[in-house]
């Protein structure tokens, strides 16, 4: 199976947010240009096709954004992205 | 030993087959065409110049030349990547926005045709949520990207197939749905995107059918397929609903195409996660074609799937 970049998306408070847009910014190939929504529990997961260093990113219309750089390499990449 | 041959399965019945011969320019000699509509009562934006539409803000960037100077970087070409150390050097980096964001926000909306333009909120197998973008090819037709309609290689076990449902928003701007918002559980593509390994991004199209007419009120691009010489003269354009921008809000990029293949058109117009499945299209004698479906961020210039002729072929057919 394809490996895949999760994680959640925090608060300044450290409690999860609902509805926050998570893309990729930069990635070792072409990624598809969608954004997916995190759920209820603030967790999301994204497609890695490739291996290499990707650069995501999360939007929210009142929490704040932010970025992380994670590595996928054979195993998936677990990520916290804490909005600020 | 007499042996019999069985014809392969059609995966789905909504799926079309796609495996024509690559187009090449010498199989183009003259732009193949369906025109746009613009709906009822549109109040058209009049396009601005050079193949641009005319938008309060944009102004369309200057080409190679000054590039260079826009895309200068600081010197870091002796610095590697931490992740060389566990896997070997990266190939390059792709991104989505290059160099400065010329991108400017819609905020007309309900004319056209930034109204044959639709927020999609996309609900996948497993229930995740996602956004993207599709536009108007007729009364109750979208086009967009197959990875819109169809997940491919996830990595998430029940998310990759096809999507449960699609909330289209055609126009919308914020939290205003000008035209509502509709519904739609029936979906095109083509078995060069469902059934390839991870998805071959060379047929990554597909289309969203409507159970309303809505898009006799928005309108609808033309399609075209043009020659690699025509594309590569052209400037492209892209308008879409991106993930960076407060929610559901519209924005807006043109610039020259940077290089076309046989399945794929190359471009440095500024995008982010969301737009996948928006038109690329050019302006001709005041009317919009499109030719492209944007998809990809890349390295130093994005993509998207180029129609030619089975792509353009498959879309009439969604649009009757």
């Known amino acids: 199976m394809a490996n895949k970049i999760s994680g959640v998306v925090l608060d300044a408070a450290g409690h999860p947010v609902a509805q926050a847009r998570v893309y990729v910014v930069k990635a ?57 | ?95 989505t926005v290059h160099g400065f964001d010329d991108r400017v926000k819609i905020t007309t909306t309900t004319v056209y045709p930034w109204r044959a333009h639709a927020s999609l909120l996309i609900t996948a197998a497993d229930n995740s949520q996602w956004i993207g973008t599709g536009w108007f090819i007729g009364p109750h037709t979208l086009a967009t990207a197959g990875h819109v309609v169809f997940i491919k290689g996830s990595g998430v076990p029940g998310r990759d197939g096809w999507v449960k449902r699609i909330q289209v928003m055609a126009g919308r701007n914020g939290a205003s749905l000008p035209f509502g918002s509709v519904t739609s559980t029936n979906f095109r593509s083509v078995t060069g995107w469902t059934t390839s390994s991870g998805g071959d991004e060379n047929y990554d199209y597909g289309a969203i059918i409507l159970p309303t007419q809505l898009g006799n009120t928005t309108g609808w691009f033309g399609l075209a397929v043009y020659s690699d010489a025509e594309i590569r003269g052209a400037v492209g354009n892209i308008s879409g609903y991106p993930g960076d921008k407060p929610s559901g809000t519209q924005w807006y990029d043109a610039r020259k195409i940077d290089s076309v293949n046989s399945r794929k058109v190359f471009y440095d117009i500024d995008t982010a996660g969301g737009q996948s499945g928006s038109a690329v299209y050019r302006i001709v004698n005041g009317n919009r074609y499109a030719f492209a479906v944007h998809a990809y961020g890349g390295a130093s210039t994005n993509s998207g799937t180029r129609i030619v002729t089975p792509v353009f072929n498959n879309f009439v057919a969604w649009k009757a």
Do not use: W
């Not at chain 1, 240009?33 to 603030?42: I, K, M, N, Q, R």
């Not at chain 1, 890695?48 to 990449?77: F, K, N």
């Not at chain 2, 938008?55 to 200057?62: C, D, N, R, S, W």
């Open chain 1, 28 to 84: 070792p190939g072409p990624a598809p240009d969608v954004a997916v929504l995190t759920g209820p529990d603030g967790r999301f997961a994204l497609g890695a096709a490739r291996s290499g260093t990707y650069e995501i990113a999360c939007s929210t219309d009142h929490a704040g954004t932010a970025s992380a750089t994670v590595v996928v390499g054979a195993h998936d990449a677990v990520v916290e992205l804490r909005l600020s």
């Open chain 2, 1 to 95: 030993m007499a042996t019999t041959s069985k014809k392969a399965a059609r995966p789905n019945p909504h799926t079309a087959v796609s495996n024509q011969p690559h187009e090449t320019e010498s199989t183009i000699k003259k732009a193949v065409t369906v025109p746009p509509s613009e709906g009822t009562n549109p109040k058209t934006v009049k396009p601005g110049p050079g193949g641009a539409e005319a938008v309060p803000g944009f102004k369309l960037p200057k080409e190679a030349a000054s590039l260079e100077e826009v895309y200068k970087a600081p010197e870091t070409t002796s610095l590697r990547d931490i992740a060389e150390a566990s896997f070997g050097p990266p190939p390059p980096e792709e991104e």
